[in-house]
């Protein structure tokens, strides 16, 4: 088979990155529907700490991605958890160290368009976890989420009410992770016990995104 009609197979079958013309990283479409009821995820949901050493398959993170921030309603560009207002403040990367046709580095996911941007290559799941006061969770685990916030977005229209509704969204965000996580027999646990100046420094966020949660993601 031509080289490249193979990738754009592998590709198709969410086995490897397709980049736009632009540099972006199209992901696989996700998947509307599960062979997992809601009522069995929330029943069997528990926070996982220990993974396989297997690497994540790129439909698998397209599939987290998705329900962390994905849009669920394109007229509006509604996203997958609520938001106060709609303003949207939370900014979702992906840590990836072992992710099949991924290579190692910090990636921003683009809901817009479904798509990751690379902020940088190499593999920081080492000096992120030392960050993570330690948790060997974040190191060994093939990737790992994290869920950021831009206060202001909210705080324009809600003033200091702002904190407390994004605070929320967090959660709700969350917890779709960890649901989707277990709809897909993966594991995942929401770490919060960091330094947040270490893991802005690691992950080189601006100025204005305070990281709130870390979620490593493997199979169980």
């Given at each position: 088979m031509d080289l490249f009609l193979l990738m754009i197979a592998l590709a198709c079958l969410g086995l490897v990155a397709e980049k736009?013309?632009?540099?972006?990283?199209?992901?696989?479409?996700?998947?509307?529907?599960?062979?997992?009821?809601?009522?069995?995820?929330?029943?069997?949901?528990?926070?996982?700490?220990?993974?396989?050493?297997?690497?994540?398959?790129?439909?698998?993170?397209?599939?987290?991605?998705?329900?962390?921030?994905?849009?669920?309603?394109?007229?509006?560009?509604?996203?997958?958890?609520?938001?106060?207002?709609?303003?949207?403040?939370?900014?979702v990367f992906l840590v990836a160290g072992n992710v099949t046709g991924l290579e190692a580095g910090v990636y921003r996911y683009l809901p817009a368009r479904h798509a990751l941007s690379r902020a940088f290559a190499g593999d920081v799941r080492r000096p992120l976890a030392a960050a993570a006061l330690g948790q060997p969770w974040v190191r060994v685990a093939p990737a790992t989420i994290l869920?950021?916030?831009?206060?202001?977005?909210?705080?324009?229209?809600?003033?200091g009410r702002a904190r407390r509704y994004i605070d929320m969204e967090v959660g709700h965000a969350g917890q779709n992770i960890s649901l989707q996580a277990e709809a897909l027999g993966l594991g995942t646990v929401a770490v919060g016990a960091f330094n947040d100046a270490e893991v802005k420094e690691v992950l080189r966020l601006p100025k204005e995104e305070e990281p709130l949660y870390l979620m490593p993601l493997g199979k169980r």
């Open positions: 736009g013309t632009d540099g972006e990283i199209a992901l696989p479409a996700p998947a509307l529907k599960g062979r997992l009821s809601v009522e069995e995820a929330v029943a069997r949901r528990r926070s996982v700490r220990e993974y396989r050493k297997e690497p994540l398959a790129l439909a698998e993170v397209s599939q987290i991605l998705w329900a962390a921030q994905g849009i669920t309603e394109r007229r509006q560009g509604l996203r997958a958890a609520p938001s106060a207002g709609a303003t949207y403040p939370l900014e869920i950021a916030a831009v206060y202001a977005r909210t705080a324009s229209r809600y003033g």
